[in-house]
């Protein structure tokens, strides 16, 4: 320290550098508190022109104080576990870089300290201290995202604009009030408080108030977006379910009109009818004899991916006890689900003069995911994940049948509880929030760059009026 620095420097170093550091990251709060989709930071991040306002006053090496307070507000947001560490390491660097990058290139083509009253020095000055100095914390940040896993590849671009505008309008908003408030000439900056300041003041609090008020109005409209879309999505996935019972109802009705029916008559009848249902893999016929004894007489493998088993003995339901049930006492349908595959009973009934028996049964089996996919085939499903539930009447439990969801990080969801064929159905449909780090939301971002408009035109720190 003895070549630069004495002991009152040293202490006067370390007061700057932690009083930085602790308005970087108390401003680095607000910051969030403004935060909106595509990225994490905020609509407006005043720290970044504390900053470089900061660096021209007081010097570059107080630097530090950057460094420290960014990574502090990152700690905050992302914690410090790995690979988060690296994280805060790097959103700090890249802020630090910004902060004497702007300060370097303001000190080398317009000079510091300045009153700022020449055309070229105005626009020079906000052009490096903004635009350009602050291209490098959200390149920086954006790739320490990537690397860590936080975003993916095709949200890099929504939230790498998000972070640079962000940036930008803190310098270009808060750089000027740090200027009026501290820098020298006080003769001539001083001038502008009310002229300047004031307005620009003034301008900041009430366009803060209407951002909130636009973002409150964005989220309750993208919520009943979503609502819709779900109402949309659980009446289509209940339609397709409800089709699938009814062609598999018409093979019933084949049945109930053919005295005998023989293989081939089974497998072209089936083939004609249910091809266009690619969600059902196989429909098989079970016969019972005089002794209530099933058996499997023929089968229709309509999707050749599915495995052509006999599933009697996967059922939880005795079939042969099934066959001495009391007809009033069986129900139209019997649903099974299991690894992805809905099975599907049911009883063929034949009606004599005197009595009515269970003649056999049809044994479906549908692919869920399938399913969904034929169902939402023409709708629009992006910003949404779907988990549907099913109350197992066999284990009087309801269990999850089909997801979409890898982990819940939604910010809301949609239960959709409903009856299919007498059985208790739960489509639940989530918010994808990734699918909002995709889209930049245009009419809160239009708040912040008409604030930044109505600052820069009040910020112009010319004098002409006082110098007449």
């Given at each position: 320290?003895?070549?630069?620095?004495?002991t009152n420097?040293l202490?006067?170093?370390?007061?700057?550098v932690?009083?930085?550091?602790v308005?970087?990251?108390?401003l680095g709060?607000?910051?969030?508190?403004?935060?909106i989709?595509p990225?994490?930071?905020g609509?407006?991040?005043p720290?970044?022109?504390v900053?470089?306002?900061?660096?021209?006053?007081?010097?570059?090496?107080?630097?530090?104080?950057v460094?420290?307070?960014?990574?502090?507000?990152?700690a905050w947001?992302?914690?410090?576990?790995?690979?988060?560490?690296?994280l805060?390491?790097?959103t700090?660097?890249?802020?630090t870089?910004?902060?004497?990058t702007g300060?370097v290139?303001?000190?080398?083509?317009?000079?510091f300290?300045t009153?700022?009253?020449?055309?070229r020095?105005?626009?020079l000055?906000?052009?490096?201290?903004?635009?350009?100095?602050?291209l490098?914390?959200?390149?920086?940040g954006?790739?320490?995202?990537?690397?860590c896993?936080?975003?993916?590849?095709g949200e890099?671009?929504?939230?790498?604009?998000?972070?640079w505008v962000a940036d930008t309008?803190g310098?270009?908003?808060?750089?000027?009030?740090m200027l009026?408030?501290?820098a020298?000439?006080?003769?001539?900056?001083r001038k502008?408080?009310?002229?300047?300041?004031?307005p620009?003041l003034?301008?900041?609090?009430?366009?803060?108030?209407?951002?909130f008020y636009?973002?409150?109005l964005?989220?309750q409209q993208?919520?009943d977006?979503?609502k819709?879309?779900?109402?949309?999505?659980?009446?289509?996935?209940?339609?397709?379910i409800?089709?699938d019972?009814h062609?598999i109802?018409s093979v019933?009705n084949f049945?109930?009109g053919?005295r005998?029916?023989?293989?081939?008559?089974?497998?072209?009848?089936?083939?004609?009818?249910?091809s266009?249902?690619?969600?059902i893999?196989?429909i098989?016929w079970?016969?019972f004899?005089?002794?209530?004894n099933?058996h499997l007489?023929?089968?229709s493998v309509?999707?050749f991916?599915v495995?052509n088993?006999d599933?009697?003995?996967?059922?939880?339901?005795?079939?042969?006890?099934?066959?001495?049930e009391p007809?009033q006492?069986?129900?139209?349908?019997?649903?099974?689900?299991?690894n992805?595959?809905l099975?599907v009973?049911?009883?063929?009934?034949?009606?004599?003069?005197?009595?009515r028996?269970?003649?056999?049964?049809?044994?479906?089996?549908?692919?869920?995911?399938?399913l969904?996919?034929?169902?939402?085939n023409t709708?629009?499903t992006?910003?949404?994940y779907?988990?549907i539930?099913?109350?197992?009447?066999?284990a009087n439990?309801?269990k999850v049948?089909?997801?979409?969801l890898?982990?819940?990080?939604?910010?809301y969801s949609?239960?959709?509880p409903?009856?299919?064929?007498?059985y208790s159905?739960?489509f639940?449909?989530?918010?994808?929030?990734s699918?909002?780090?995709n889209?930049?939301n245009w009419?809160v971002?239009?708040?912040?760059?008409h604030?930044?408009?109505d600052h820069h035109?009040?910020?112009g720190y010319?004098?002409?009026d006082?110098?007449r």
């Amino acid at each position: 320290m003895s070549d630069g620095f004495s002991t009152n420097e040293l202490i006067r170093w370390l007061f700057w550098v932690c009083l930085l550091s602790v308005a970087y990251f108390f401003l680095g709060l607000s910051g969030h508190i403004l935060a909106i989709p595509p990225s994490n930071a905020g609509a407006f991040w005043p720290p970044a022109g504390v900053a470089l306002a900061s660096l021209l006053l007081l010097g570059l090496r107080i630097w530090p104080g950057v460094f420290i307070g960014n990574f502090c507000i990152s700690a905050w947001t992302w914690g410090l576990q790995s690979p988060e560490f690296f994280l805060c390491v790097a959103t700090a660097t890249g802020a630090t870089l910004a902060a004497v990058t702007g300060t370097v290139l303001i000190k080398r083509w317009v000079g510091f300290p300045t009153t700022l009253i020449e055309d070229r020095d105005i626009i020079l000055f906000n052009l490096l201290g903004g635009p350009v100095a602050c291209l490098i914390p959200a390149t920086v940040g954006i790739c320490g995202l990537v690397i860590c896993g936080r975003i993916a590849p095709g949200e890099i671009s929504g939230n790498w604009v998000s972070w640079w505008v962000a940036d930008t309008i803190g310098v270009l908003v808060f750089t000027p009030l740090m200027l009026i408030a501290f820098a020298q000439p006080r003769s001539i900056w001083r001038k502008r408080t009310i002229s300047v300041g004031m307005p620009l003041l003034l301008i900041f609090i009430l366009v803060v108030g209407l951002f909130f008020y636009i973002r409150q109005l964005e989220q309750q409209q993208r919520y009943d977006q979503f609502k819709n879309q779900s109402a949309t999505l659980s009446q289509a996935l209940k339609n397709r379910i409800e089709n699938d019972l009814h062609a598999i109802n018409s093979v019933k009705n084949f049945f109930i009109g053919s005295r005998q029916v023989e293989q081939d008559e089974f497998l072209l009848f089936t083939l004609q009818m249910l091809s266009i249902y690619h969600e059902i893999s196989t429909i098989s016929w079970i016969s019972f004899d005089k002794n209530g004894n099933s058996h499997l007489t023929f089968s229709s493998v309509l999707n050749f991916d599915v495995d052509n088993t006999d599933l009697r003995q996967h059922l939880p339901i005795d079939l042969n006890k099934l066959a001495k049930e009391p007809d009033q006492n069986l129900a139209s349908y019997y649903l099974f689900i299991d690894n992805g595959l809905l099975t599907v009973l049911t009883p063929v009934f034949t009606q004599t003069e005197t009595e009515r028996f269970l003649r056999g049964a049809l044994l479906s089996t549908v692919s869920l995911n399938d399913l969904v996919i034929r169902a939402f085939n023409t709708l629009d499903t992006h910003g949404s994940y779907l988990t549907i539930r099913f109350f197992d009447n066999s284990a009087n439990r309801e269990k999850v049948i089909f997801t979409t969801l890898t982990q819940n990080n939604s910010r809301y969801s949609i239960q959709v509880p409903l009856k299919i064929a007498n059985y208790s159905w739960s489509f639940n449909f989530f918010y994808d929030p990734s699918y909002e780090n995709n889209h930049i939301n245009w009419p809160v971002w239009w708040v912040g760059s008409h604030q930044w408009f109505d600052h820069h035109q009040l910020s112009g720190y010319r004098v002409d009026d006082f110098n007449r």
